[in-house]
Each structure stands twice: as structure tokens, then as C-alpha cells.
């Protein structure tokens, strides 16, 4: 069984495209109230919590305050290393 995924080139203006990433948005907010509001459970973490909803109930699962941390970056990581010339 073979899969295959057609990509169809789509022409848009710059102002159509700018206007991608805010439709996203607002179409994967307004599935989330969807969501809510149902009757499926709905998890989701918000100021540092892990939220459960189901029927309009919220219950708090887990306290996520120490899962979140600041990465620190070595500055050797950021450093770009020099080219050097080779002669042949």
C-alpha cells in the first residue's frame, strides 16, 4: 500500500498571507471553546497548571510551575566556526 500527497501551488497576495497565521489562530480558538463546551474531556495547560474540562467542570491535574524552565545556551553553541581556504 502505497500512500501519495499532491501539493497544490497556491498563489496569494502578501496581504493574504499575512492574514494566514491570525486565521489560524481564531479557527484553533474557536475550536478550542468548541471543544469546551462539549461533552468530551478537554486537557490543557494554562498559568502553569494542567487543566481538565468535562462538562463544564474544571479540575486541576497537575501542578506544572517546576516543568518549565530556561534554557542556558553555552556560548560555544552560538559561536560560527571560521572558514579556512583549502588549495588544492
Do not use: W
Not at 25 to 31: K, V
Not at 39 to 57: M, N, R, S, T, W
Not at 71 to 79: N, T, Y
Amino acid at each position: 500500500m502505497s500512500t501519495s500527497t499532491t501539493m497544490t501551488v497556491m498563489k496569494t497576495t502578501l496581504r493574504e498571507e499575512a492574514t494566514i497565521p491570525k486565521l489560524a489562530i481564531q479557527s484553533f480558538s474557536d475550536a478550542f471553546e468548541y471543544a469546551i463546551q462539549s461533552e468530551h474531556p478537554v486537557v490543557y495547560a494554562q498559568d502553569f497548571k494542567l487543566i481538565a474540562v468535562q462538562a463544564g467542570k474544571e479540575v486541576i491535574l497537575k501542578d506544572l510551575s517546576k516543568a518549565y524552565v530556561v534554557p542556558q545556551l553555552k556560548r560555544s553553541v552560538l559561536k560560527r566556526k571560521n572558514k579556512q581556504e583549502v588549495m588544492a
